[in-house]
């Protein structure tokens, strides 16, 4: 009989069960069975158990991770001693300082070119700790930077009673090959090629601190974003005049912004209203896109910063230089000679690692690239003696035409990301061309 009055239950349309169902005549086998208070309560603290679990687990999860980055984050104490010194003496300090120092100490050093000058922090620690520093050439195409340098420099080898004569050229890292023949009769050493090279690719705080150029997301200032005063391209000229299509492409592969579209359209509807002439107009265009989704204020600033990026890049055309400058650098390197480039964003990174597996022609970098036994005995024999003397390479990558010493790329210690948290995404790659 129950079976019965089940199959009719079930087999009556929803909305007629829902009219014939009374609780006080349906048979007991079909009324709701109600948990009591006790029941409830222990269903509901259960349920919390299970999410603290789950939640503990999570956190056990990232622990692990970030104790496994951070043991790639080492530094030795002549490290700290170096960035401590700097900071009391400069307001922008060179990120990963000691790193690059590392990786050129165990060179004898007779040449050396520093694509990205900056305030020359990097140059001045190469140069006070490489006496026997023949030839130096800095490069950089911000003239406030070639000021400071100059002075940091002079006074540095004043100190020191040094007598190199150093080279200061304002001039863009793309055209490293053409210095040669510039100051080829100061510099006889260039002729087989220099000893290291070294690559800066963030910004400094210089730039970053002065609202006239553009840069920064906070002050307000002209959409301007050139590292070269020279240029013709300006921020503002992309915002307000160039196609459509090529402002979303430049929010989307230059600044992988997801919310490309609609800022993209916001753009053009403010062509119409007389355009974008300030950092502080662009600023509340992103306010105002991004009213309303997740994240607050911490939410639009990212993503002004995604937008802010995407159009330095596209301004000063910094991918396509990057990629064509590391090769040009690989080949002004004397056999031995060594490459160094600290990155600040995956774009950036991405182009380095790949160009640098290309230059030793490797098959992908998942492992040494060595296809015979005799290469392998060589490279772990290369390996150990490195070993003994440069702490800061763990695993290499080995090529036809050189090693990439950094086949994971070397972060900033968390002691640096505390005292200077613009360092926090930076990451150095090392390349050494073939003995």
């Known amino acids: 009989m129950a079976k019965r009055m089940m199959y009719c239950w079930l087999s009556t349309p929803l909305s007629t069960a829902k009219q014939r169902f009374n609780i006080k005549t349906a048979p007991s086998f079909c009324r709701p069975v109600l948990a009591s208070a006790r029941a409830e309560r222990s269903i509901s603290t259960a349920s919390k158990k299970k999410k603290r ?10 622990v692990v991770v970030k104790n496994d980055k951070e043991k790639r984050r080492t530094r030795s104490e002549k490290e700290y001693e170096e960035l401590h010194s700097f900071h009391q003496t400069e307001s922008h300090v060179p990120v990963m300082l000691g790193e690059v120092v ?3 100490s165990s060179l004898p050093l007779r040449s050396f070119i520093d694509c990205t000058l900056g305030a020359a922090g990097h140059s001045s620690a190469i140069i006070k700790g490489h006496p026997e520093l023949e030839c130096y050439i800095g490069m950089d195409v911000d003239p406030v930077a070639h000021a400071k340098a100059r002075a940091h420099i002079d006074a540095l080898l004043q100190s020191t009673r040094s007598s190199l004569k150093p080279h200061l050229l304002f001039k863009n890292f793309k055209y490293i090959k053409s210095v040669f023949g ?11 090629g220099v000893d290291g090279i070294l690559m800066d690719l963030g910004m400094s705080s210089m730039q970053v601190n002065n609202p006239q150029r553009g840069f920064s997301v906070l002050a307000n200032g002209p959409l301007d974003m050139r590292m070269d005063p020279r240029a013709s ?19 989307r592969e230059y600044g992988e912004e997801s919310n490309w579209r609609w800022l993209q359209k916001k753009i053009v509807q403010a062509r119409q209203q007389g355009g974008l002439h300030s950092t502080g ?12 989704t997740k994240g607050g204020r911490q939410g639009w600033i990212k993503t002004a910063t995604r937008v802010f990026q995407a159009l330095r890049i596209a301004v000063n055309d910094e991918l396509n230089t990057l990629e064509k400058s590391l090769h040009a ?5 004397v056999p031995g000679g ?15 690692k790949q160009t640098f597996l290309k230059i030793i022609e490797s098959n992908g970098g998942d492992g040494d690239v060595v296809e015979e036994e005799a290469g392998k005995r060589d490279l772990r024999k290369m390996r150990n003696d490195i070993d003994a003397k440069e702490t800061w390479i763990r695993q290499m990558v080995q090529g036809q035409n050189g090693t990439i010493l950094t086949k994971r790329p070397i972060t900033p210690s968390e002691e640096e990301e505390r005292l200077n948290r613009r360092s926090r995404s930076a990451k150095l790659r090392v390349i050494e061309k073939i003995r």
């Not at 107009?281 to 309303?292: F, K, M, S």
């Not at 060594?338 to 380095?352: G, K, P, Q, T, W």
């Open 102 to 104: 590392d990786v050129f």
């Open 338 to 352: 060594r490459l160094a480039v600290i990155s600040f964003h995956s774009l950036e990174d991405r182009i380095v």
């Open 233 to 251: 391209v300006k921020a503002k000229d992309i915002l307000n005049y160039w196609p459509d299509d090529e402002v979303g492409r430049i929010l």
């Open 182 to 192: 510039e100051i080829d009769d100061d510099c006889k050493l260039l002729s087989s």
């Open 329 to 333: 650098c690989f080949e002004c390197l």
């Open 281 to 292: 107009e662009l600023r509340d265009l992103i306010q105002g896109a991004t009213r309303g």
């Open 53 to 62: 679990k789950e939640r503990n687990k999570s956190v056990e999860e990232l």
